[in-house]
């Protein structure tokens, strides 16, 4: 599956051409080792040199994607890509068995689960602001979590959705996107579980819209 | 898969994105599943144990100077070396392996930090914990066995 999708240049607003793909390939995990590593170890750096607490230094600081790759040929994951400008801009893990809702509407009821998500390093505004510079696009995660809903609703799961969102990221799936905050989950490591019911999953894909 | 062609929606969304943190996951969740690891970690941990030691006698370090030259704490390397059932922390792995030039995964994958279901690193890892064993000096064979181990790590 390849979609063309758009997303947005941070600094113009202007629309930019761009493809969400699910053929997802051990070459995109070393690319993010390759091309993102780097620069998140970089701003990570300057970041702390600056004074900056810990706690709002990005947590994916260490991740290994390239751990992953094994799972690709695992059919209760799905993978998700966007690239534009001849570069990946996002990669996301998802999976579709053995999870369920826990809201108390929607308990017992299947969902997608988030496994993993994340977006190219120049795209985050504070690791750029890091590199004394301004981010590149805007809405790549809006758009993998869109990606994300519709694997759900083509999944016959209505839009469900949940993840256990890093600290850095709550105000994006809570204050943007609008899950719900279902608790935090001590079997993993007390992040916050965020969830999607249908009605949200609607309104997120389709508010704003004219 | 359709998406979303609204460019109102696009652009009101990505106004409120603002480029902010999106990431979900990360090492919380290898670090869990070590925590669970199967019954293969002791032995990996022997022989990351070993490896350790050896390598260390190899470039005639003592603790406290193969600490400060990996950028280690020295409490850590002796906890690391002395006690079998001690899981040493990301950054140290990270740290010695890079000190090293050792594939940093596979260093994990031996101090009990990442699951790894390979048969061949399994076996060799246990070859190699059970040909080194403690001794003064290096000898030809803990040598021999140290330099081939050190190629097979680097090579797969």
């Known amino acids: 599956m390849r979609s ?159 993840l256990h969102s890093l600290s850095t990221s709550e105000r994006f799936y809570l204050d943007v996107c609008g899950m719900t905050a279902v608790g935090r989950d001590p079997a993993k490591q007390n992040l916050l579980w965020c969830e999607f019911t249908p009605e949200q999953a609607e309104t997120f894909l389709n508010e704003g819209a004219a | 898969m359709i998406m979303n062609k609204n460019r109102d929606w696009l652009v009101r969304r990505a106004e409120q ?37 050896l390598v260390r006698r190899d470039r005639k370090l003592s603790m406290e100077q193969f600490a400060k030259k990996v950028d280690i704490d020295l409490v850590e390397l002796l906890k690391i070396e002395t006690d079998e059932q001690y899981t040493p922390a990301i950054r140290t792995v990270h740290q010695i392996a890079e000190f090293l030039k050792i594939p940093e995964k596979k260093l994990m994958a031996l101090a009990g930090l990442l699951r790894v279901k390979d048969a061949q690193f399994q076996n060799a890892a246990l070859k190699f914990a059970a040909r080194s064993k403690p001794v003064e000096r290096l000898s030809q064979e803990e040598q021999s066995a140290l330099e081939e181990y050190v190629k097979f790590l680097c090579e797969r």
């Open chain 1, 4 to 162: 063309p999708i758009q997303i947005v240049d941070a600094a113009t607003k202007e629309l930019v051409e761009a493809e969400l793909f699910d053929e997802v390939t051990v070459e995109h995990f070393l690319e993010t080792q390759t091309e993102w590593r780097p620069v998140v170890v970089e701003a990570a750096k300057r970041m702390l040199e600056s004074g900056a607490s810990r706690d709002v230094l990005p947590r994916h600081f260490h991740w290994d994607w390239t751990s992953k790759g094994a799972d690709l040929r695992i059919l209760a994951f799905s993978f998700f890509g966007i690239s534009a400008k001849g570069r990946l801009q996002g990669l996301m893990k998802l999976e579709s068995a053995a999870r369920s809702g826990r809201i108390v509407s929607q308990k017992g009821k299947p969902l997608i689960y988030v496994d993993y998500l994340e977006t190219a390093p120049w795209n985050i505004k504070p690791l750029m602001k890091a590199l004394g510079r301004g981010p590149e696009f805007s809405a790549v995660g809006t758009r993998l979590i869109e990606g994300a809903v519709r694997k759900s609703l083509d999944e016959g799961f209505k839009g469900r959705l949940a």
């Open chain 2, 17 to 53: 994105e603002d480029g902010c943190f999106v990431s979900v996951g990360g090492l919380v969740e290898a670090l869990e599943q070590a925590e669970q690891a199967p019954s293969n970690v002791i032995p990996f941990k022997h022989a990351f144990v070993r490896f350790l030691q």
